[in-house]
């Protein structure tokens, strides 16, 4: 087959991988907890500057695994403490209150790191021969991490008991509460849960983007358009969703420009909250 | 105080009502005492907020450090300066809300802008001429607005030498463009095409993305690995410019195609790595490192004055250096800041810049040229194109 289509294909399931473990964490507090989280961007940004950190501390990248999820894990335990506990079934609220949110964390990394660029080398430099192309091997790699990621998710949400747990949580509340469950633990757990996948998508993005505490605000966007297709409260949703939106976005980029590529996912987006405004999967 | 907790009574609302008419009905009562002698006001417009904020610091301290010096020796026609730095790195309506205000309130005697050509033809509409206004970074050419002085680098200048140089010294015939989707790029590039088949090469293809839209870059760098141009001529800015050769770069095209970009100051050169930086080449008229007297001065004076933590120099930045000093001698060569004499004065007007002293021919600069490779994270300049002139002189 011809090379140009292969490396046009891997384009393609990388841009929804890897959109789909950006998302991950945007829609499990959403879809689970009715929290638009628009700080959701500043957590892939922690996630990257932590690669960073790890990177200029000349250690093992995989440190910096361990590290966002504890800033990321110990920042959103706070905030839903602080912030979010107060406000949830007000969606609105937490809106306002997580916008407020990017802010602050965008101005704090602007006060430590300053706004000029950093680069994060990547761990595995190279290409590889891969189907007859070459393909460069982080990027592939990448793929792999981000499916098993998604994959590992949808099992253990499916048959683990926390999963069971905030089922039970997500469809009636109050009932859960009575049958023993603790809900205000749970719906934290979960908070914290999707601000750490947010820092873990950075941490696997910082090294193909540029570091800078702006970055999220890229992410963010993106990660909210793959909801709106995919629909709320199923990570069947999520990954139909990302492949929506980023198999569009790369399919029409590599067959035209990527000024098309970007009015397809606009277009896609209004068109699917005016049409079907509870994504692909609806959520019952 | 109309939202005092007793409310704003008709009284208080036609008192204050009044007062304001008195102030615009009356202005000459109160300019005039205020103006004889007092400072002379420039408007500095730069990227305070937005992507481009990250040049902010270093065109205000550079503008800082052009003030100070001018200020000891007496100032401009004994006055002394006093910067309005103001923000222009939002969308260019806000800049132009910026530069009314700062015409009717603050009675600016000049403006020095240093942001993108967006920002810079509003500025120019809204500003209609009234004031001066020296435009500072690198352009697309062209501006020849009444009463508006360029000292940024031309196409003729910073694209014409190094891209013939790049087709003839290292052998780059077939050209790949890829750019921002702006006014910018654009015109580069139409200029671009003019100086490729001058040299007998040719445009492979010519490719934009949308401008400020979180970019990603897979499918064009395979769009370009297939059509295998021998240098791609690069007109993307910040984050994109920066995203853009990482991509390119971790797919290896960095080992058998050329780059040369022309907005790659060291700012962005951090951000794109030195693993990604093989085969990479900038050309403009400013460098951190590059050589000469003057700039050794200046970085002698700017590191005197901020410190080992000032923030990092470049092109962006140094350009208001040169800004505020053209303005110095604009306005003493003219004897004030009337139009029509800063208009005449503007010929042959001779000032200093971070790289040394220009002279001005038709509002626009003649000016020394480099083009670097990018070693690691640092440019090496391999090539500099004496007194270049800009190809962009205005008649009237």
Known sequence: MDPLIVTQAINVLYAVSTLAVLALGLAVIFGLLGVLNIAHGEFVMIGAYCAYLIQSWEWPYLVALPLALAICGVIGWAVEWIMIRPLYRRPFDTLVATWGLSLLLRKIAEGIFGLGFRSVAIPLPGTVDFLGTEYPIYRLVLIAISLALVAGLVIWYGSSRTGSRIRAMVSNPELAQAQGISVRQLAAGTFVAGTCLAGLGGVMIAPLAPVQPFMGLDYVLRAFFVLIVGGLGSVLGLFSGAAVIGGFDSVISAATTTTDGYFAVLVLAILFLWLRPRGIIAHS | ?396
């Open chain 2, 1 to 396: 105080m109309a939202f005092d907790k007793h409310g704003t009574t008709r009284r208080a609302l036609l008192a204050t009502a009044a007062t304001g008419a008195a102030f615009v009905a009356f202005p000459r009562m109160i300019c005039p005492a205020a103006a004889a002698n007092s400072e002379f006001k420039i408007g500095l417009f730069i990227a305070l907020s937005g992507p481009a904020s990250l040049f902010g610091p270093t065109q205000k301290a550079c503008a800082e450090l052009a003030t100070e010096e001018i200020n000891k020796n007496g100032g401009i026609l004994g006055r002394q300066i006093k910067l309005i730095p103001t923000d222009a790195g939002g969308p260019p309506v806000e800049s132009t809300k910026s530069a009314i205000r700062l015409m009717l309130e603050e009675n600016v005697d000049m403006f020095v802008g240093s942001h993108d050509s967006a920002t810079r033809e509003a500025l120019v509409a809204t500003i209609k001429g009234k004031v001066p206004y020296i435009y500072t970074p690198t352009y697309e050419g062209g501006e020849c607005a009444f009463n508006t002085y360029v000292i940024a680098d031309t196409p003729e200048q910073q694209i014409h030498p190094s891209l013939t140089w790049m087709m003839k010294e290292r052998g780059a015939k077939s050209v790949y463009l890829i750019g921002d989707d702006y006014v910018w790029p654009r015109k580069c590039n139409e200029h671009a095409h003019k100086y490729i088949a001058e040299n007998g090469g040719k445009v492979v293809a010519e490719e934009y993305v949308p401008f400020g839209a979180p970019n990603k870059f897979e499918e064009i760098v395979t769009r370009i690995k297939s059509a295998k141009p021998e240098m791609v001529l690069i007109t993307l800015v910040g984050a994109d410019n920066v995203n853009f050769n990482r991509t390119f770069a971790g797919f290896g095209l960095d080992k058998e195609i050329l780059r040369l970009s022309l907005l790659l100051e060291e700012n962005t050169l951090l951000g794109i790595g030195s693993e990604s930086s093989n085969n990479l080449y900038s050309s403009m008229s400013y460098y951190a490192n590059a050589p000469g007297e003057a700039n050794k001065k200046f970085k002698a004076a700017y590191f005197a004055k901020f410190g080992a933590k000032a923030p990092q120099l470049g092109l962006i930045g140094a350009d208001c250096y040169g800004g505020i000093y053209c303005a110095q001698a604009l306005a003493t060569k003219a004897g004030g800041t009337d139009a029509s004499k800063c208009m005449a004065a503007s010929e042959g007007l001779s000032f200093a810049t971070a790289a040394g002293t220009v002279t001005m021919h038709g509002r626009h600069v003649d000016k020394t040229e480099y083009l670097a490779i990018c070693k690691g994270t640092e440019f090496d300049i391999i090539k500099t194109f004496e007194n270049v002139k800009s190809g962009d002189e205005c008649k009237a």
